[in-house]
T-cell receptor, first 108, second 115 residues
């Protein structure tokens, strides 16, 4: 079975940094995705981690610790357009299971 | 096509009627998922097809829900005797699950409203 835990909501100021934590317990593990979903739209791919460590991609970085069942998504230099839901999705045998998502609100 | 295509984009149906939702995945993608998302909620897994393997139906909420994937391509999600609690956005995704990054690409969804 899958158990994925992430905070429900976070609020931050434009230009700031926000870190979204995700803990997971899965019966198997082949990597972890982070997706972004704006209201009323489909989720879009942000990052993928399969090995421990930090993956950096512009303003967004994602970290994975497989032994701890833990990942985080780091959003730097926040912009208003970053207001969205962020979904943690561990992969087991190519099957993605999604957490409930963290709604990030960026304020001016 | 270039992306995952779902039809219809919107569907309003009367309680008790059957509906069929269609998903056309990215050509060559062997994995196909159906998820359901109620307003303000996360993605609820429904069913997963992977190549010729038996589908993982563990997420289907009741026996009113079924899905098929014909020829390893197009998939249809059928909901029989719809209920108001079935109202949600139904999202389909596909991925090239043969190594590398198994990124799931999502369609725009079908918004189902049961009245």
């Amino acid at each position: 079975g899958q158990n994925i835990d992430q905070p429900t909501e976070m609020t931050a100021t434009e230009g700031a940094i926000v870190q979204i934590n995700c803990t997971y317990q899965t019966s198997g593990f082949n990597g972890l995705f982070w997706y972004q979903q704006h209201a009323g739209e489909a989720p879009t791919f942000l990052s993928y981690n399969v090995l421990d460590g930090l993956e950096e991609k512009g303003r967004f970085s994602s970290f994975l610790s497989r032994s701890k069942g833990y990942s985080y998504l780091l959003l730097k230099e926040l912009q208003m357009k970053d207001s969205a839901s962020y979904l943690c999705a561990p992969v087991n045998d190519y099957k993605l299971s999604f957490g409930a998502g963290t709604t990030v609100t960026v304020r001016a | 096509g270039a992306g995952v295509s779902q039809s219809p984009s919107n569907k309003v149906t009367e309680k008790g009627k059957d509906v069929e939702l269609r998903c056309d995945p990215i050509s060559g993608h062997t994995a196909l998922y159906w998820y359901r998302q109620s307003l303000g909620q996360g993605l609820e897994f429904l069913i997963y097809f992977q190549g010729n393997s038996a589908p993982d139906k563990s997420g289907l909420p009741s026996d009113r829900f079924s899905a098929e994937r014909t020829g390893g391509s197009v998939s249809t999600l059928t909901i029989q005797r719809t209920q108001q609690e079935d109202s949600a956005v139904y999202l389909c995704a596909s991925s090239l699950a043969t190594g590398g990054v198994p990124e799931a690409f999502f369609g725009q969804g079908t918004r189902l409203t049961v009245v």
